[in-house]
Nanobody
Framework: QLQLVESGGGLVQPGGSLRLSCAASGLASGFALDYYAIGWFRQAPGKEREGVSCISARGSSTNYVDSVKGRFTISTDNTKTVIYLHLNSLKPEDTAVYYC????????????????????WGQGTQVTVSS
């Protein structure tokens, strides 16, 4: 079964940068990470979980929520089975627990920022943006 473990969160000042990583394991089933749609989501206290960015199977397309466009970048490293979210120009409103997630969708050329389709989730990593 696919398992995801996030890392890279922490405390950063406004305008700073972080790189979140999500390590995938459990691919012995024969499924390749390249066959999954992968998403990053975040949840701030008192708010619903929000889709931040996603990348489709084989990396054919990406999607970003409007509030992070131009600041965040999603990428994958299939050799290392790692998903990255590069956070730049961070704002206090970016403070949240960030989760990576995966959906086995090998034939799709798009991805969604809604939480429902994603079946595999990491434990989350805290990002705090504060002076």
């Amino acid at each position: 079964q696919l398992q995801l473990v996030e890392s890279g969160g922490g405390l950063v000042q406004p305008g700073g940068s972080l790189r979140l990583s999500c390590a995938a394991s459990g691919l012995a089933s024969g499924f390749a990470l390249d066959y999954y749609a992968i998403g990053w989501f975040r949840q701030a206290p008192g708010k619903e979980r929000e889709g931040v960015s996603c990348i489709s199977a084989r990396g054919s397309s990406t999607n970003y929520v409007d509030s992070v466009k131009g600041r965040f970048t999603i990428s994958t490293d299939n050799t290392k089975t790692v998903i990255y979210l590069h956070l730049n120009s961070l704002k206090p409103e970016d403070t949240a627990v960030y989760y990576c997630a995966a959906d086995w969708r090998p034939f799709a050329n798009s991805c969604t920022l809604t939480t429902g389709p994603y079946k595999f989730w990491g434990q989350g990593t805290q990002v705090t943006v504060s002076s």
